[in-house]
């Protein structure tokens, strides 16, 4: 056979099996990147969005360690026909002793599920349903923290939310915060994954 026939042959008998590789490609991409237009392989990842950013006055925190629990919205893109999934994640603003005003995410890092409580009075009284005397808790903490409902890792308020109980490996993810004159909104999420 001609060589050049046999060339065109295997072209052709080769064709279907590009075609498929081709679609196939194109669906994993759009999987990860569902917004992704014709030609757009290497635009920007699609980024959660928040949906509905909270506001805040500075009157809701009168004195320092006032402590308010609030759900951090946010959009993302899906590959499915609604095209974007809301979620809600719970978190806290706080304000802190030196008046600065902080949020973070309520979402314990040892990432089992388990919320944080904010824990004002001492953190003996860890809120944990045992006697103080035999609380689970047993270090001493002279400001409010964050105290994991499940096996009561400690985040430090007065120490940038580290983890001062358990093997936690960070601290709570922390969300920004805007002041603007009287109002307080919040932005990004830090570490927020798609
Ligand atoms: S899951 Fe939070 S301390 Fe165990």
Redesign the pocket.
């Known amino acids: 056979m001609d060589p050049s026939r046999r060339n065109l042959l295997k072209l052709l008998a080769g064709a279907p099996l590009l075609l498929t590789a081709g679609f196939a490609g194109e669906a994993l991409m759009r999987f990860a990147k569902p917004s992704m237009k014709a030609g757009g392989i290497f635009d920007p990842a699609d980024e959660p969005e928040l949906a509905i950013p909270p506001l805040f006055s500075k009157e809701y925190f009168p004195e320092p360690w006032t402590c308010l629990p609030f759900m951090y919205t946010v959009k993302y893109k899906i590959f499915s026909p609604e095209k974007e999934e809301i979620r809600s994640i719970p978190a806290f603003i706080v304000r802190l002793n030196d008046d600065r005003i902080q949020a973070y995410s309520r979402e314990?890092?040892?990432?089992?599920?388990?919320t944080?409580n904010f824990v004002k009075e001492s953190i003996r009284n860890c809120g944990c349903g045992t006697s103080v005397k035999k609380c689970c808790c047993n270090i001493e903490l002279n400001n409010p923290a964050f105290v994991?409902?499940?096996?009561?890792?400690v985040y430090d308020l007065a120490n940038d939310g580290a983890c001062v109980r358990?093997p936690?490996p960070r601290r709570p993810k922390k969300i920004e915060v805007f002041i603007d004159g009287e109002q307080i909104t919040v932005g990004r999420m830090e570490n927020l994954l798609v």
């Open positions: 314990c890092p040892r990432g089992r599920g388990c944080l994991c409902c499940c096996h009561k890792d358990g936690s």
